[in-house]
Every structure is written in structure tokens, then in C-alpha cells.
């Protein structure tokens, strides 16, 4: 791995990546824990199965709205002192959870502990600061960024197998009361040990000077975000009603005023013309478009599985446990396609290795529209679709800041994240509308209830194809090392085109920048 990375004074060194692997790693476990206890959670919480969505709704919210902040302070202030930040907070959220015996106190603390999303885009843009000096900075975060996704995923495959196994060492479902409260401490020990490997073994990185919050700026962003993602909330629960659509429309009319806004900013909260480059926006547009399958489409995935076909004529009729195996097979084929990520990237480049990797995607859930009668139908589509998974779920950060000038790679890679939620929101609200009109229409024949799936595979599919679509609008060398004679020339070429792109006081050298 040292030589991988590279072990030159100011570079990406195996030790950081290590200490940032562990970091990952308990990210998934905090993924991955929870799911087998969920029946358990809802008893011991004396709440109904639907009331946990609110759970799950109330963290995504949290992420999609704290997540540019944090990482624009981690651009001013260090990217390290935010995560450190960012870990107190979610461990005390973590805490709480263990002891939270109420359905009130349960929600505030699982919505707190999704501070952990900020996690990777301040892991990415610190990776990045460190190896900007080299000249290598680009292909050093992509190889850096497919061994963080190994850990996340390695981790939410431990957390999901260890969950179950704790709460059964305690005592499980026959001593509920005295098990959940110890089993939930695991994870909680895990996050505390996660904020002492960042203060003792993860270095800071080298804010520019003289920067400001733009509040206001933020303060706009924030009620955007929130209308939006609260009007996809209410669609899902609500369905389809005027209020509700007004709710969301509301929400995207106030990046009229946040736009006009932010142009006039020297420090703004998010640099659109920085977003406007060819290099940028297509990639976060992906980010949204993947969140549809990467977010939306496991819980259909999960119920279609289990669905018995003997009572509605389709489905899979799998127990939970080999759900659980199919579930494991998408993780564990996530992490090739993440270890491939860099292989791809220097065999063709790093915009290829994008592109391939929508199409898998595309692939994968297409494909389930003739093959999804066999168990190993689904098994072989779940595994294409990992596959490219995989790789953009690295991929687009690393990318991101990449595009991005200096002092902008946090909140950069942030945004693939948030607008990667709101994809998973949109997905998710839209597939319990479709899903429940072919639950509804099912009371004469099976057809219309199974054409509710395959409108849910046929959205993700063509889904990845836009963005693969779009992927082919960003330059050829895009995202490569500055220290590559050839990607000079088209970064060069790039900021003549895009002359205003760069804020005055955040202009790069060529040895600084990787693609500005």
C-alpha cells in the first residue's frame, strides 16, 4: 500500500489512509448494525414497523442539510478539526441511542448521529490537500478513495452480521429489555475510539487563509434543502397531493434569490461558477441520478425478493437470511467495483472509468426487466449493478474535488453527498407511489403489481444511462494529475473557457491544481 499511495514528506501516506480506513469502516458498521435489529428496535420501542421510515427520513434530512456546511468550515478551518467536530457529535448522538427508551428521544438521537455522513467528503478533500503538493493529487485520492469505499462496505457487512450476533450474545428477543441497551453500546464504543485514530493519527490540512462563512448564503441553501426534501417526505407518506407538490416547488424557487445571491459573493456558500464547469456539474447530476438506485431501490429490491410467488405470482419468496445473502453479494460486489476503480482509470481515464461504471449500473437494473423469475437472475443484476456502484460511490467525490480549485474541495465533494440524498429521497417517494398503485390495481391481477417493480428497475435504469450521458460532456482528461504534461494543457484550455470560474483569491498555480 506504501508505495501505492506514495510515502514522499507531504504526501498521501499509508498510514493516513489506514487511520481514514478505520474511519470508514465503522461509518458501515453504523450502516450496517442496525438493520437485522430493526423488528427488535420496534418492539422495544413499543412503536409500529412504518414509524422506523421516520427514523430513516429524519437522518437523511440531518445529512442533506449540516453535510456543505460542515464541509466549507472544514475548508476554512481544517478538515480534520471538523471531523473531529463532527465524530463528538455523532459518538454523543451514538450514546444517547443506547440508552434512548422512548420513541422521541430515539428520533432526536438517530437524526444527531448522521453527522457521520460528512465523514468521507472531509476524508476526501483532506487526501486531496495532501497530495496537491506532490503533483499527484488526483490519481493519489481516487486509489485512496476506492480503499475508503472497501471499509465502508466491509463494515456495514460486519455490522449487519455483528449486529444480530451481539443482540444474541446479550440474550436477545427473551431478555429484550436487559440486551438492547448493552448491544447498542457496541456501536457506540466503536465511534468513541473513532474520534481518538483521527486526533492521533490523521494530520490537518492547510486552509487558505482569510476566508468567511457566508451565512445568509447558507441560511438559503438550508430552507431549499429543507422544503425539498420535506415535500419528498411528504409525497412518499402523503402521495401525490397539490400541498404537497407546492411544498417542493416552493423549496426550488428559493435557489432563484440563493443564485443572484451567491454570484455577488466573493466567498460564497457554493461557487456556481465553479459548479457551472464542464468538469463539475455533470458529475454532481450523476450523483443525483445514482442516489435513484443507490438509496431509492434497496428496499423495493429487499420486498420484491421476499415477496412469495405462490400467493401473487412473482417474487422470489426468500427468507430473511438469504435476502441477507443477497444484500451481502451487493456489498461485497460494491467493493471490487471499488477496487477496480483505479485500475480502470489508469488503463483508460478516470472519465472512462465513470462512464463504465453508469452503464453497469445501467445494465444491472435493466436487466431485471426480462430476468427477475430466478433467484439467480438476481443475484447475477444485483452484482452488475454493484459493480458500477461501486465505483461511483468513490468515484464522485474524489472526482468532485478533483474539479474543484483549492479551497473549495471540501464543500465540493460534500455536494455529491447531498445531492446523492435528494436522489434517494426523490427515488424513494416516487417508487412508494408506484408500488402502492400496483398494490392497489393487484386486486384483480398480479400484472399491474409486478409492472410496479419493473417501473422501479426501468427508473433506475435509464437513470444511470442519462448519467452516463452526461458523463461524456466532461473533457476527455478531466480529473488527472496536474503533473501530467497533457491534462495541463486541457486545464489551461478549461480556464480559458471558463475565464470567471475561479474566485481572485483562489487561484492555483499549475503544480497546485488538478483540473481547474
Same mark, same amino acid.
Given at each position: ?62 445529512? /442533506? ?25 455523532? @459518538? ?36 486531496? !490537500? ?6 499527484? @493529487?488526483?490519481? /493519489?485520492? +481516487? ?120 454570484? +455577488? ?92 461504471? @453508469? ?46 480549485? +483549492? ?6 465533494? @460534500? ?9 434517494? $429521497? ?16 393487484? /386486486? ?36 488527472? !494529475?496536474?503533473?501530467?504534461? $497533457? ?19 483562489? +487561484? ?9
Amino acid at each position: 500500500m506504501r508505495k501505492l499511495l506514495g510515502s514522499r514528506a507531504g504526501s498521501v501516506t499509508a498510514s493516513l489512509i489506514g487511520f481514514l480506513f478505520f474511519v470508514e469502516f465503522v461509518s458501515g458498521i453504523l450502516q450496517g448494525f442496525y438493520v437485522p435489529l430493526i423488528p427488535d428496535l420496534v418492539d422495544y420501542l413499543g412503536i409500529r414497523d412504518a414509524d422506523f421510515n421516520i427514523f430513516e427520513g429524519s437522518q437523511l434530512l440531518l445529512s /442533506a442539510l449540516v453535510v456543505p456546511i460542515l464541509a466549507k468550515l472544514g475548508d476554512m478551518y481544517g478538515h480534520k478539526r471538523i471531523l473531529l467536530i463532527s465524530t463528538v457529535l455523532t @459518538a454523543g448522538a451514538t450514546w444517547w441511542l443506547a440508552f434512548a427508551g422512548d420513541f422521541t428521544s430515539f428520533l432526536i438521537a438517530w437524526t444527531l448521529q448522521g453527522f457521520y455522513v460528512v465523514w468521507l467528503p472531509l476524508e476526501i478533500a483532506l487526501i486531496f !490537500d495532501k497530495g496537491r503538493r506532490t503533483g499527484h @493529487a488526483a490519481s /493519489a485520492t +481516487r486509489k485512496a478513495a476506492a480503499l475508503l469505499i472497501v471499509g465502508l462496505e466491509a463494515g456495514a457487512i460486519a455490522g449487519a452480521l455483528g449486529g444480530a450476533a451481539v443482540f444474541g450474545a446479550f440474550g436477545g428477543e427473551a431478555m429484550l429489555q436487559q440486551s438492547m441497551v448493552p448491544t447498542m453500546m457496541v456501536p457506540a464504543i466503536a465511534v468513541t475510539l473513532v474520534f481518538f485514530v483521527i486526533l492521533f493519527g490523521v494530520p490537518e490540512s492547510e486552509p487558505l487563509p482569510n476566508r468567511t462563512l457566508d451565512w445568509l448564503g447558507f441560511s438559503l441553501l438550508t430552507m431549499g434543502l429543507l422544503l425539498i426534501t420535506s415535500g419528498l417526505t411528504f409525497l412518499k407518506f402523503n402521495g401525490p397531493q397539490l400541498w404537497v407538490f407546492a411544498i417542493i416547488l416552493l423549496g426550488v424557487l428559493v435557489f432563484v434569490p440563493f443564485t443572484k445571491f451567491e454570484l +455577488r459573493q466573493k466567498d460564497p456558500a457554493i461557487d456556481l461558477r465553479v459548479l457551472a464547469q464542464p468538469n463539475m456539474w455533470p458529475v454532481q447530476l450523476t450523483a443525483f441520478l445514482i442516489g435513484i438506485s443507490i438509496l431509492g431501490a434497496q428496499a423495493p429490491l429487499s420486498t420484491y425478493a421476499g415477496t412469495d410467488p405462490g400467493e401473487v405470482g412473482y417474487g422470489l419468496g426468500l427468507t430473511s437470511g438469504s435476502i441477507s445473502i443477497l444484500i451481502g453479494l451487493y456489498l461485497i460486489s460494491m467493493i471490487v467495483g471499488a477496487l477496480l476503480f483505479p485500475l480502470i482509470s489508469r488503463v483508460f481515464t478516470p472519465r472512462t472509468a465513470l462512464i463504465i461504471a @453508469a452503464f453497469f449500473v445501467a445494465a444491472g437494473y435493466l436487466l431485471f426487466i426480462p430476468f427477475h423469475l430466478e433467484a439467480w437472475q438476481v443475484f447475477t443484476n444485483m452484482a452488475i449493478a454493484g459493480l458500477g456502484s461501486g465505483v461511483l460511490m468513490g468515484a464522485m467525490p474524489a472526482a468532485a474535488a478533483a474539479a474543484a480549485p +483549492r479551497g473549495q474541495t471540501g464543500v465540493a465533494s @460534500a455536494l455529491t453527498n447531498t445531492t446523492k440524498t435528494i436522489g434517494g $429521497s426523490f427515488a424513494s417517494s416516487i417508487f412508494a407511489i408506484v408500488l402502492t398503485i400496483g398494490a392497489v390495481q393487484v /386486486a384483480g391481477s398480479t400484472a399491474s403489481s409486478l409492472f410496479g417493480y419493473m417501473m422501479v428497475w426501468t427508473i433506475c435504469g435509464v437513470g444511470a444511462l442519462i448519467a452516463a450521458a452526461l458523463l461524456f460532456m466532461v473533457p476527455k482528461l478531466s480529473f488527472a !494529475d496536474a503533473s501530467d504534461s $497533457s491534462e495541463l494543457d486541457a486545464a489551461a484550455a478549461l480556464a480559458a473557457a471558463t475565464p470567471t470560474a475561479l474566485l481572485p483569491d483562489a +487561484r492555483l498555480s499549475d503544480s497546485e491544481s488538478s483540473s481547474s
